[in-house]
């Protein structure tokens, strides 16, 4: 059940999963004009594909984030099922709003909100919160770039300590926010870490959380080549590298209490994560106490897992 | 129904409710509740209502409150709130969503006095602040009115010419905490009265729609001017639904002005909400005197009834706008629009400002006096008059 997979496993399967034309119904259409190697088109792909596979369909609440402007300008859209731009700090409570009206009318559907960091982390937390406390029945997708990316890179409480953005323009100092330790914490009935280099935990995930009623959290680490000043050929690989030196560990949380690590680090060299992405300057990390930390964390979640298996 | 003793809040709360209940028949209804002095009451009625399809959802802030609001609407719900003073303020970058996805959600309004520094008593500078938003509003004077009002701003709303959010308020406890007698609608009466909400825009994944994507200047052009088009459309529409009010409930809930003795009236008064009842009883007073004074009450503000108020005024030389709210720099917000309204009509008609009751200070047949006093006196228009206003004493002086 709660097999650990190998950091550098779940690879090149992406071309096994059931494939999908993508036609009206796919979520994200052909013809977007979003960044190459945005790791938030390939997740809404990825997204897509898991609703059909199970025959299920969705509506987004989606505030100002990446996810708003990929819409494109009207009249046409790029996105194939009902979908509501949303105040910035409001996708959860529209979304809450979205989902008692489809419940009341015994409709199907998942309602999922899509959000980037900035409007998770920062101005929408009250309202993810709320939803949370309510157990509302709705998707949270978290797509984290880790920067306010629609506005240019800014720094956002998910950037990570070191980045520089154009408001951390020596590296930002603080620490990133624990979002899905906040989100457990309010008991939802589940809460994961999902990795667009490993997509078959991915779309298990993904099921997973479509059988699940109530709120449901999950977070996708997101690579933005524009803002990370990285190669969009090394979108996905950064992702896998982050997964291998243990910087985003995959696991899950059920009800807030029982963990299942998905994912067991190979504790690869960080330097290469870092490096190939310029809004980084080596100089200015610290890597010996970045490995620290991140294998503090992973001894506590594989603690957390053998003490409290899901 | 009997008549019932109750507060303005409860008049509201019940009136939401049946409304909500009547569109079981439909896609049901929504309500996000977020508690605020003096509106709490509303929202606590709502909750303990037994909606047949219905969901109360508390909310964390009134920011959240109108987006549930929203989501619900869009989904083809009847959706409604409550709110007040601050609450408006926090709330406003979802009311201003509300209008411009044209959804047909109603509010009711409790005016409450803004802060800091802090003050729960009347004031209409709360709804008044969201004057340049896509929301009809309506200003009720008593129990009764606000409960009628509400009900129609319903079925004002969801008229397919229409499609604009509606505001309904009262003032702070003068109206929302006093009892008064009020024939509360039954169930029967209101299913009658509301049909059930068919939302052109609703989301359907048999046709996906994406609300609220990029627009080029054109079209928000458009989308503006469709708004404008519908504003218009308000009054003509608004009598229609005043009439099937008579109809079915069989009392008048008032249309966009009531009048009294405005006729051959040399000196008139504009007032709303509960102002508008006090200054009624020292007109009809100041008539049996032998004065051609008259009074506009104002039920609705936005749309404007400009028409109506210069025809209202077209005897008249002299017209003292009561003002129960400040807009910083400028004056009172309700005489900004009367002195707008004869712009280019009107030479000879003297449209002067008093800024009364502020923050919750009484209004009382003294202080409408005193506003006459003065307006008969004076040569000209001026600078807004502050009445009433006491000096504070230094301490230890």
Redesign the interface.
Known sequence: MSTVIDGRADTGVFTTMPSIPCTEECILREGNTNCGGCGMSIALTMLSRALAEVGD?C?L?IPACCG??T????PT?S?????????F??A??????????????EER?QVVCWAGDGGTYDIGL??V??AA??N?DILYICYDNEIYGNTGGQRSSATPPGARTSTTPSGKREAKKDIVAIMAAHGIPYAATLSIAHPMDFRRKLLTAFQTKGMKFLLIHSPCPTGWKSEPGDSVELVRLAVRSGLFPLYEVFDGRRYRVNAKPDWADPTEYFRRQRRFREDELDLPATRRVCRERYEWLAHMAEAFPA | MPLEVVTGNHAAGHALSVAGEANRVARGAACGIYPITPQTEIVERVAAFPFTKGRVIPVESEHSAMGVSIGAALSGARAFTASSSNGLAYMVENIMVAGFYRLPVVMVAVNRTLGPPWNIWADQSDSLMLRDFPWVQLYASDNQEVHDLTLLAFRLAEDHRILLPVLVCMDAFIVSHTQGETDLASQEQVDRYLPPLDLPQRLDHARPRTMGAMVWPDQTTSHRMEIQEAMERVPQVYEECRAEFVEVFGRDPGGAMALTDTGDADTVLLASASVATTAREVVKRRREEGEKVGLVKMRMFRPFPEAELRDACSGATRLGVLDRDYAAGVGGVWWQDARAAFQGHRDDLMVQDYLLGIGGGDVTPESVDRVLADLEARPAAGAPVWNDVVVEQEVGA
């Not at chain 1, 819409?71 to 009207?74: D, L, Q, R």
């Open positions: 369909t509506s609440a708003a402007v819409a494109g300008a009207f859209t996105y194939g099922v009902p979908t509501v731009m949303t105040t700090a409001s959860a409570a529209v979304a809450s709003g979205m989902a008692a009206i489809r419940d009341l009318n559907g009250a309202t919160s709320a406390e309510r509302d």
